[in-house]
């Protein structure tokens, strides 16, 4: 039986977290630089360690205006402090709860940026110590695995990709596939190639594509665990 992962963006205030992690594997948990609150936080970590589900400290740009998916020229120092901030802050709310943070995840914009700026991928790797990374291929991954650090795949069922095998931009067409039978066959062809499944907490139908997917998988012979 081969494993896979399925994680979705969490504590974000859009969407039913508490659903949510009845589905999932892994959360990447918001640290409040585009989403979020402590509260919040430690709300979906009780919740998480309730479930035996994993986190993940989601970074970001520190824009809450445009959920940080507005792409910032950040001096390297400036955004390292600002992830070694959000990584902490998680940190101790995760062991306040009995838990710990498993891996981290950029969000957004930064998500983007790293995979290409070796500069911003570098600073975000300083500042989240030796956490294993969850990403698409590209610079962030590659200089974490230079470093010796875990290094996990992921792919984005209700996303569409481009000839460059990226992400669309949200702002062209065919960049959210909302369809569930779509979601569900691009799940079930990300699955062997990828360690773990992504499912964005803010889309309409979250928690129903997320069960979807999740029979699916189960149904193709996949088991359902966090990566690593």
Excluded at 34 to 60: L, W
């Amino acid at each position: 039986m081969v494993i896979i992962d399925l994680n979705a963006d969490l504590g974000e205030e859009v969407t039913d977290d508490d659903a949510l992690l009845a589905v999932v594997t892994s959360a990447n948990v918001a640290c409040g630089y585009h989403a979020g609150s402590e509260a919040i936080m430690r709300a979906v970590c009780e919740e998480a360690v309730r479930r035996g589900v994993a986190i993940g400290a989601q970074v970001s740009y520190d824009d809450r205006e445009h959920f940080g998916r507005v792409a910032r020229d950040v001096a390297p120092e400036l955004l390292r402090e600002q992830v070694a901030d959000q990584v902490g802050v998680l940190s101790t709310i995760a062991r306040g709860v009995g838990t710990s943070v498993r891996y981290l995840k950029p969000h957004g914009a930064l998500y983007h940026r790293v995979i290409v700026d070796e500069e911003q991928a570098g600073a975000v790797l300083a500042g989240s110590g030796d956490l294993p990374v969850l990403g698409m291929a590209g610079a962030f991954l590659d200089l974490a695995r230079a470093a010796g650090r875990g290094v996990f795949h992921e792919g984005f069922p209700d996303r569409g990709y481009g000839a460059d095998g990226r992400l669309l931009p949200r702002t062209e067409p065919g960049a959210l596939v909302e369809d569930e039978g779509a979601i569900v066959a691009q799940a079930l062809d990300l699955a062997p190639r990828v360690d773990s499944v992504c499912l964005h907490g803010d889309s309409p139908g979250a928690v129903e594509h997320a069960l979807a997917v999740r029979r699916a998988l189960g149904e193709a012979g996949f088991e359902l665990r966090p990566f690593g």
